[in-house]
């Protein structure tokens, strides 16, 4: 059993910072795809970002690209989401995923290729 523990949540004002960080457990950690996600009050969820098994790769949402990075740091099996210049719209429920044994270190933007969920933590953003 996988399991995603995510921190990091808060209160803010707009052009603030925030990292989130998600603590995974499992040895397959190294070679996992991780993903973040974002769910708003009335909104769909919606793909944040995310990076593979090795760290080589990431990708974006438009939204986000250039102030949000994704990292992790495989001894610590931990996934980070460093968001930088923090808008209103990005108020959300942040959710770290972690990708099952297809596909396992390859990432993706789809939620549906995630098989494993953290409970999500709150980011709000004042104007």
């Known amino acids: 059993q996988v399991q995603l523990v995510e921190s990091g949540g808060g209160l803010v004002q707009a052009g603030d910072s925030l990292r989130l960080s998600c603590a995974a457990s499992g040895r397959s950690f190294s070679t996992t795809a991780m993903g973040w996600f974002r769910q708003a009050p009335g909104k769909e969820r919606e793909f944040v970002a995310a990076i593979s098994g090795s760290g080589r790769s990431t990708d974006y949402t438009n939204s986000v690209k250039g102030r949000f990075t994704v990292s992790r740091d495989n001894a610590k099996n931990t996934v980070y989401l460093q968001m930088n210049s923090l808008k209103p719209e990005d108020t959300a429920v942040y959710y770290c995923?972690?990708?099952?044994?297809?596909?396992?270190?390859?990432?993706?933007?789809?939620?549906?290729?995630?098989?494993?969920w953290g409970q999500g933590t709150q980011v709000t953003v004042s104007s």
């Open positions: 995923a972690a990708r099952g044994a297809l596909g396992r270190s390859i990432l993706t933007t789809n939620s549906r290729e995630y098989s494993y």
